[in-house]
């Protein structure tokens, strides 16, 4: 692996954290960036020791917010400015936004770049969930051609007007589907699209919305986006478990840089892997349970930090026990009652009672994780595939869409 140029933005380690919603909030990327730049010590001898200031070098990789709808962002809704909050020590601040409106979307970016709120705006066009794309949106929206060129090229001329007071100019970046199904694949004409608009880079999770996240990806298809798109990164997602499985990627497609979502649930020390593997070492992080039990404490108090109470940063936590324990002997009622805590003195007391000499379990706590199920009849607007294009009717669908949008 090399550095990777994103815009004015430069990557030290080819690595991204992907856009997950309720799991790549303001503490869970911090852990994340923070096995990066252990990553990097242990590769190179040295590690960042503050950010800089113009949010132009990320040395241990990029770490994306949560997906952000861009009509909140305009709204400023409580939530949405506190999902958008960064670590102070972040050095290049990544938000992805979600939207199905040109205008919109660009109205989001100016807001985010003027006000010098992020150094990197990715779009969101590969969101699978059905309350997504039955509006048009996530990994449908390519399947509309003008639709789609209307949102990059106004999000990149956004961006570019608002970068005007900056030293440089925040680039957006894409990251999308395949598409809808086999028979609606839209990804190399996005692709091409993209790159005519100005957007900074794309990146190709390897399945359909159809797939959602089942079967194998594709990995075939982001070597022909390679091949498609020649003069802006190209990077690669989907079953990126382990950083053998991001070097195996980036070696049989071709592509720049890959990003990782799901193998990191209940991981974040991948990115020790993957950051010391993109500069030639061999350094990998296997945890005994009680170095998992000390990860699990200190995501814990990160989230009390973050959202301020108790309760519900113990809550937000739920899921990502069983993410934390998979390979781990530790029965079925103590992980029910570790996924109920409702304070951190509880999870002291929980986390005290597990067998904590207990050593890295092995291949049981490796490969797939997180959300797979099977593969999905995508739900979309009536009418959505008889055109390429868009009609009056659909406008007005999306427009309406747009609107009810509330919250993060």
Not at 163 to 178: F, I
Not at 221 to 239: C, M, S, Y
Request: charged share 25%; hydrophobic share 40%.
């Amino acid at each position: 692996m090399t550095e990777l140029q994103i815009g004015a933005v430069r990557l030290g380690s080819p690595v991204v954290l992907a856009p997950m919603a309720g799991v790549t909030n303001p503490p869970f990327r911090q852990l994340c960036r923070e096995a990066g730049v252990e990553g990097l010590r242990a590769a190179t001898g040295t590690a960042p020791t503050a950010a800089p200031a113009n949010g132009t070098h990320a040395p241990a990789g990029l770490y994306v917010t949560e997906m952000i709808t861009s009509r909140a962002l305009v709204e400023r809704t409580p939530e949405t400015m506190r999902m958008i909050t960064p670590d102070p020590a972040e050095p290049v601040r990544s938000v992805q936004l979600y939207g199905v409106d040109p205008a919109t979307i660009a109205a989001a970016i100016r807001i985010l770049v003027a006000e010098d709120r992020a150094d990197h705006v990715d779009l969101n066009f590969g969101c699978p969930v059905p309350k997504v794309t039955r509006k048009g949106g996530g990994g449908a929206l390519p399947w509309k051609r003008d639709l789609f060129d209307a949102i990059v090229t106004d999000a990149v001329a956004a961006a570019r007007d608002a970068s005007a007071g900056r030293d440089h100019e925040v680039p957006v970046t894409v990251k999308m589907r395949m598409g809808i199904d086999d028979d609606h694949l839209t990804y190399l004409d996005a692709g091409r699209l993209a790159e005519r608009a100005g957007v900074a880079a794309v990146a190709l999770h390897a399945r359909t919305v159809a797939q959602h996240y089942s079967g194998q990806a594709r990995w075939e298809h982001i070597a022909r986006l390679k091949e498609a798109v020649t003069t802006i990164p190209v990077l690669g997602n989907g079953d990126i478990w382990s950083a053998e499985d991001a070097e195996e990627l980036m070696t049989q497609t071709g592509c720049d840089g890959v990003v990782v979502g799901r193998g990191c649930q209940g991981r974040p020390w991948l990115f020790t892997d993957l950051v010391a593997a993109g500069h030639g070492s061999d350094v990998r992080v296997r945890p005994g349970l009680a170095e998992v039990a000390a990860v699990i404490r200190r995501h814990a108090e990160l989230m009390v930090e973050h959202f301020g109470e108790e309760g519900r940063a113990l809550r937000e936590m739920r899921k990502h026990m069983a993410w934390y324990l998979k390979g781990y002997v530790v029965g079925g009622p103590t992980r029910h009652d570790l996924g109920m805590v409702s304070s951190l003195a509880e999870l002291d007391d929980r986390l005290a009672a597990l067998d904590l000499a207990q050593p890295y379990p092995g291949a049981g706590a490796e490969g797939p994780r997180g959300r797979a199920g099977s593969a999905k009849q995508p739900h979309l607007p009536d009418g959505w595939l008889t055109s390429r294009d868009m009609d009056a009717g659909l406008r007005a669908m999306l427009a309406e869409a747009e609107l009810s949008v509330s919250g993060g």
